[in-house]
Structures are given as C-alpha cells and as structure tokens.
C-alpha cells in the first residue's frame, strides 16, 4: 500500500524551529532518493530539500541553504527536516516524496501526495 504521512507542523515565531517528520510505505522509500516538497498559497511546488538513498548526498534549495537540514531512518521508512531559523516566506504546506526534481524546481501536484504538513511563521 502506497502511503506518505507527514507531520510536525504547526504556528511558529520568526527565527523560531520545527522538526518535520515523513512516514512511508516501503514501496516509496526503499533504494530511493526523498525529498521535502513546499506549496505556499498560489504557488507551484517546490522541492527545497533532497537525500539520497544511502544519506550521502543532500542538496538544498538556495532560499532553505544553511537553515534546514533533511535526514532518514532507513529502519524506520522515515523522512525528517529540521527547520531553524524560520522566515514568514518559510510559510507552506511541506509534502515528502521521492525526490522527482532537481532541489530549486516545480513540479506538478498530479499524482500520490499525502496530506502535507502547514507550517506558518508568523509574529
């Protein structure tokens, strides 16, 4: 069964942090990179965080470099994102999924997604 279930969100500070968390079904997870998708209001998809199957190689997205960081558990079928440093920009709905794009590019919502986790940053 094809399942991805994020959570971790929720209303944060500006400069504040969340630790977001991915549960997948192995037919998605295993030998496969991931990634951490965002979709702000009016706005296409995003991926702004990718890890290889092996956790070798990350890349970010330039506008989340230094501020996030993506992890797995390989026993676990489980994606993270440490979020530090929080900007109102940072505002959207984080979906995991295999890493389809390279990190910075749009990609279209067709297709399996779970239900995303919001995060806002707000004062």
């Known amino acids: 069964q094809v399942q991805l279930v994020e959570s971790g969100g929720g209303l944060v500070q500006p400069g504040g942090s969340l630790r977001l968390s991915c549960a997948a079904s192995?037919?998605?997870?295993?030998?496969?990179?991931m990634g951490w998708y965002r979709q702000a209001p009016g706005k296409q998809r995003e991926l702004v965080a990718s890890i290889s199957s092996g956790s070798i190689t990350t890349n970010y997205a330039t506008s989340v470099k230094g501020r996030f960081t993506i992890s797995r558990d390989n026993s676990k079928n489980t994606l993270f994102l440490q979020m530090n440093s929080l900007k109102p920009e940072d505002t959207a709905v984080y979906y995991c999924?295999?890493?389809?794009?390279?990190?910075?590019?749009?990609?279209?919502?067709?297709?399996?997604w779970g239900q995303g986790t919001q995060v806002t940053v707000s004062s």
């Open positions: 192995k037919s998605i997870f295993v030998n496969n990179a």
């Open positions: 999924n295999r890493a389809l794009v390279p990190v910075g590019v749009s990609i279209s919502s067709s297709g399996y």
